[in-house]
């Protein structure tokens, strides 16, 4: 028997198909392949860069599913269960909103799937048929002994980092985080010498671990960083700020290989801070200066990431992050527009409030493109909010501000190594934003 794993693309351009050229591997496809049965055929198509043959024969499809390609991966669904296909999916979407979703499957599977992937196995292997749910739970993570079929990655031109996980959720109660919601603030942690024997078993030496916030429990964080310390790999993750209050954490974290981190700035506003309860960004609040100066004298080369379009910002606010992140020199940064997942807080409020654009379900919505306002924000319209955030990522991704975040020597000139990462990605999301700005969700 055969199963077929895909990874959706998000959309299409205007006038073209969208390919993405800072694609990484579909990890969890890869844990799925791994926890399939020798005796199933496993294939995996990404359609971020290749064509889907919907008519090659397979047994079962099975798709996983963000907001941002629900569209699309409706449309691959339709098309396998035209041929008389069973397709089922998972992911953070169908157990954000199972009620939607599976309206477009024939199953379903809400939670982490790794707890229930044998029994779809099974019941298509016996009974030639699967459930139309399986409720698993988050957090199971990779069972004992399991490794990622990674040869499913060979020759689809990924980016040459390894992606790995050790932990997954986050405790902290951000309104707007799909993750908060999905993990109900709770963080499960692999044992380490799981962790320890993958990075061992795989032949890179830059690593991302995925996990969601790598510092969400300090103490088995500090044993993490001890014991990968030994591999002299590089590595790169998400970290909470809170993380800077602790030296000795910093300190095992630098010294076990760590490049940088994507951490979540969020806001320059505290009262914006407070009204998405962004706790560890929150106490003895000073602009992030302490913060700032706390991650160049340890030399690590940081990806910021801030949401745009708080009820207490105003469009100059907007102006103030992208100055503030310039004058940080920030070897990356994301500017994202404030999003309404469904099943977070801050969804719920703005669908109370009828704030919600594109009839709550943006993601569906035909006339909604990519990183455009989904709601009505409280002191500017969703145009404006579009309009300006998009302004200071032309102005983030131009050729004098990269060249002038650059001149940063604690960080980006630190070192041949540094400068080669930064000079590598830079022009690689420089392009990819004007790519996908705009951009049509699905490709029909």
Same mark, same amino acid.
Request: with cysteine; aromatic share 12%.
């Given at each position: 028997?055969?199963?077929?794993?895909?990874?959706?693309?998000?959309?299409?351009?205007?006038?073209?198909?969208?390919?993405?050229?800072?694609?990484?591997?579909? &990890?969890?496809?890869?844990?799925? #392949?791994?926890?399939?049965?020798?005796?199933?055929?496993?294939?995996?198509?990404?359609?971020?860069?290749?064509?889907?043959?919907?008519?090659?024969? @397979?047994?079962?499809?099975?798709? !996983?599913?963000?907001?941002?390609?629900?569209?699309?991966?409706?449309?691959?669904?339709?098309?396998?269960?035209?041929?008389?296909?069973?397709?089922?999916?998972?992911?953070?979407?169908?157990?954000?909103?199972?009620?939607?979703?599976?309206?477009?499957?024939?199953?379903?599977?809400?939670?982490?799937?790794?707890?229930?992937?044998?029994?779809?196995?099974?019941?298509?292997?016996?009974?030639?048929?699967?459930?139309?749910?399986?409720?698993?739970?988050?957090?199971?993570?990779?069972? &004992?002994?399991?490794?990622?079929?990674?040869? &499913? =990655?060979?020759?689809?031109?990924?980016?040459?980092?390894?992606?790995?996980?050790?932990?997954?959720?986050?405790?902290?109660?951000?309104?707007?985080?799909?993750?908060?919601?999905? *993990?109900?603030?709770?963080?499960?942690?692999?044992?380490?010498?799981?962790?320890?024997?993958?990075?061992?078993?795989?032949?890179?030496?830059?690593?991302?671990?995925?996990?969601?916030?790598?510092?969400?429990?300090?103490?088995?964080?500090?044993?993490? *960083?001890?014991?990968?310390?030994?591999?002299?790999?590089?590595?790169?993750?998400?970290?909470?700020?809170?993380?800077?209050?602790?030296?000795?954490?910093?300190?095992?974290?630098?010294?076990?290989?760590?490049?940088?981190?994507?951490?979540?700035?969020?806001?320059?506003?505290?009262?914006?801070?407070?009204?998405?309860?962004?706790?560890?960004?929150?106490?003895?609040?000073?602009?992030?200066?302490?913060?700032?100066?706390?991650?160049?004298?340890?030399? &690590?080369?940081?990806?910021? #990431?801030? !949401?745009?379009?708080?009820?207490?910002?105003?469009?100059?606010?907007?102006?103030? @992050?992208?100055?503030?992140?310039?004058?940080?020199?920030?070897?990356?940064?994301?500017?994202?527009?404030?999003?309404?997942?469904?099943? !977070?807080?801050?969804?719920?409020?703005?669908?109370?409030?009828?704030?919600?654009?594109?009839?709550?379900?943006?993601?569906?919505?035909?006339?909604?493109? *990519?990183?455009? #306002?989904? =709601?009505?924000?409280?002191?500017?319209?969703?145009?404006?909010?579009?309009?300006?955030?998009?302004?200071?990522?032309?102005?983030?991704?131009?050729?004098?501000?990269?060249?002038?975040?650059?001149?940063?020597?604690? @960080?980006?000139?630190?070192?041949?190594?540094?400068?080669?990462?930064?000079?590598?990605?830079?022009?690689?999301?420089?392009?990819? !934003?004007?790519?996908?700005?705009?951009?049509? =969700?699905?490709?029909?």
């Amino acid at each position: 028997m055969k199963i077929t794993l895909i990874k959706p693309n998000i959309g299409r351009m205007e006038h073209s198909l969208y390919v993405d050229e800072g694609r990484m591997e579909p &990890l969890q496809l890869g844990v799925i #392949a791994a926890l399939t049965p020798p005796e199933f055929d496993v294939v995996l198509f990404d359609d971020r860069m290749e064509e889907i043959p919907y008519d090659e024969k @397979t047994d079962l499809v099975a798709i !996983t599913v963000e907001t941002f390609t629900a569209r699309r991966a409706y449309e691959i669904a339709k098309e396998f269960r035209a041929r008389g296909t069973p397709v089922i999916m998972g992911g953070f979407h169908p157990t954000l909103i199972p009620e939607e979703v599976k309206n477009y499957c024939d199953s379903i599977m809400v939670g982490d799937a790794e707890g229930l992937w044998n029994e779809v196995c099974s019941d298509l292997k016996n009974y030639k048929k699967i459930k139309p749910i399986y409720k698993s739970w988050p957090g199971i993570g990779q069972p &004992l002994g399991v490794l990622p079929r990674r040869d &499913l =990655f060979k020759n689809k031109g990924y980016l040459p980092i390894t992606l790995l996980q050790y932990g997954r959720g986050c405790e902290f109660a951000c309104n707007f985080c799909a993750i908060s919601a999905f *993990f109900n603030q709770k963080n499960f942690r692999r044992p380490l010498e799981e962790v320890v024997n993958e990075i061992k078993t795989q032949g890179r030496k830059i690593l991302f671990f995925v996990d969601d916030n790598i510092v969400a429990h300090k103490p088995s964080a500090k044993e993490l *960083f001890k014991a990968i310390t030994p591999l002299k790999r590089r590595w790169v993750s998400q970290g909470s700020l809170d993380m800077l209050d602790d030296p000795e954490l910093m300190d095992l974290m630098k010294k076990s290989g760590l490049l940088g981190n994507v951490i979540g700035f969020e806001s320059i506003n505290p009262q914006a801070l407070k009204e998405m309860k962004k706790s560890p960004n929150i106490g003895n609040f000073d602009g992030y200066q302490t913060q700032i100066t706390k991650l160049e004298n340890l030399g &690590l080369q940081t990806w910021a #990431a801030f !949401t745009l379009g708080h009820d207490w910002e105003q469009i100059e606010d907007i102006y103030k @992050t992208y100055d503030f992140a310039i004058r940080a020199k920030f070897t990356f940064a994301a500017y994202n527009i404030l999003m309404p997942y469904p099943g !977070t807080p801050l969804y719920k409020r703005l669908e109370e409030e009828k704030r919600l654009l594109y009839d709550g379900k943006w993601w569906l919505h035909p006339e909604y493109r *990519f990183n455009y #306002a989904a =709601f009505r924000p409280q002191n500017m319209t969703a145009d404006q909010l579009t309009e300006h955030v998009f302004e200071i990522r032309k102005r983030w991704n131009s050729f004098g501000a990269i060249f002038k975040r650059f001149l940063a020597p604690k @960080t980006n000139m630190r070192s041949l190594e540094r400068a080669i990462i930064y000079w590598s990605y830079n022009p690689l999301f420089r392009k990819e !934003t004007f790519k996908k700005q705009g951009m049509h =969700f699905g490709q029909k």
